[in-house]
């Protein structure tokens, strides 16, 4: 799902859709370029980029740029080195499991889930939101 944001500019922003419960979350935000330009993708349009010493994956499909970490949760693989499907899902380069970079389900089947993080395009740059580790961080 997409919503699209308005900015000082004429032209909409395509981002991430925010369930309740993501809205509900605390972000901290880093900035991770100036803008979606700036950003170094290889051919298969995944990026690997340190932000607040975390290696996150970012995926351009569509005019939408999402994030997620940079391993799989199965066993590690980068995502960065795997491949886009034309749904826009992330496969992984090692056992081919996919992800859904909207919302992180495992929509390959395998039970597993990807921890993405919400895009926020700003005036002055390209942010990606972590949750806060609070008292129920370790839910997450
Ligand atoms: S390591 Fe990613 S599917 Fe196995």
Not at 54 to 69: D, F, R
Request: aromatic letters at 12%; proline letters at 3%.
């Amino acid at each position: 799902m997409l919503f699209v944001m308005r900015t000082a500019s004429a032209t909409p922003i395509k981002q991430n859709f925010f369930t309740k419960m993501e809205a509900a979350k605390k972000y901290t935000w880093h900035k991770i370029a100036d803008s979606i330009a700036a950003i170094n993708f290889a051919a298969n349009n995944l990026a690997e980029v340190e932000v607040a010493g975390k290696i996150i994956c970012l995926a351009l499909h569509n005019g939408m740029l999402h994030a997620c970490t940079q391993k799989c949760p199965h066993a590690g693989g980068y995502l960065s080195e795997g491949h886009l499907d034309a749904l826009g899902n992330i496969v992984c380069p090692l056992h081919r499991y996919k992800f859904s970079l909207q919302n992180g389900r495992n929509v390959s089947g395998e039970g597993y889930y990807l921890k993405t993080f919400p895009i926020e395009i700003r005036e002055d740059g390209v942010y990606a939101g972590f949750a806060g580790s609070g008292l129920f961080g370790w839910l997450k």
